[in-house]
Nanobody, 126 residues
Framework: QVQLVESGGGLVQAWGSLRLSCAAS????????MGWFRQAPGKEREFVAA????????DYADSVKGRFTISKDNAKNTMYLQMNSLKPEDTAVYYC???????????????????WGQGTQVTVSS
């Protein structure tokens, strides 16, 4: 059984930084693309960032491009999201997800992901 556990969320002031972690078990993430999504109150879940199986290619939502960085540490079987210059509109529950396609490209399509974490709250105050 694949399990994804996020950590690192919290309350931060605008223009601050946070680093989210996603520890995986039951799947070797070095062989699979991974992604981050978020859901704000009253809104649909949306794509944030994705990384391909090898870590050589990344993809970002326009709203976070240049501020967020996705990465993987294969030795730790853990994915990260470094978030800088945070804005109040980044406030949401952040979810990590494991793509179902071995050796696949990065994807913003939620249907490509078959396992999800429980989410971690990120709150950015103005």
């Amino acid at each position: 059984q694949v399990q994804l556990v996020e950590s690192g969320g919290g309350l931060v002031q605008a223009w601050g930084s946070l680093r989210l972690s996603c520890a995986a078990s039951g799947r070797t993430i070095s062989r699979y693309p991974m992604g981050w999504f978020r859901q704000a109150p009253g809104k649909e879940r949306e794509f944030v960032a994705a990384i391909n199986w090898s870590g050589s290619n990344t993809d970002y939502a326009d709203s976070v491009k240049g501020r967020f960085t996705i990465s993987k540490d294969n030795a730790k079987n853990t994915m990260y999201l470094q978030m800088n210059s945070l804005k109040p509109e980044d406030t949401a529950v952040y979810y990590c997800a494991a793509d179902r396609r071995p050796f696949g490209s990065s994807s913003w399509v939620m249907a490509e992901y078959d396992y999800w974490g429980q989410g971690t709250q990120v709150t950015v105050s103005s």
